[in-house]
């Protein structure tokens, strides 16, 4: 069983930052973890998508999020980050942690993220 905890979310005003965290609590060892594992975002009212993603292919981020946010992430301690600056009130959602492992993909619970203007 999979879990992702995450950390980071609330408020902030627009042009500020915010530090999203997710741990992932898995039986794969930390050696050999390095699957697919990054956010995704649900605005009111839209779909979720894709905000950034890391694997073994490389880093992939969302159009809208380019030179804004940036994702790392740490395979001995199994959590990945997100780095969020220059933040919009368009960026205000529930960020989700992803994490493919298993061939199964599994979510967090979701940390609310708003941006005031």
């Known amino acids: 069983q999979v879990q992702l905890v995450e950390s980071g979310g609330g408020l902030a005003q627009a042009g500020g930052s915010l530090r999203l965290s997710c741990a992932a609590s898995?039986?794969?060892?930390?050696?050999?973890?390095?699957?697919?594992m990054g956010w995704y975002r649900q605005a009111p009212g839209k779909e979720r998508e894709m905000v950034a993603l890391?694997?073994?292919?490389?880093?992939y981020y969302a159009d809208s999020v380019k030179g804004r946010f940036t994702i790392a992430r740490d395979n001995a301690k199994k959590t990945v980050y997100l780095e969020m600056n220059s933040l919009k009130p368009e960026d205000t959602a529930v960020y989700y942690c992803?994490?493919?492992?298993?061939?199964?993909?599994?979510w967090g619970q979701g940390t609310q993220v708003t941006v005031s203007s």
């Open positions: 992803y994490l493919y492992i298993q061939d199964r993909e599994n």
């Open positions: 898995t039986s794969i060892s930390r050696s050999s973890f390095s699957n697919p």
């Open positions: 890391s694997n073994t292919g490389g880093v």
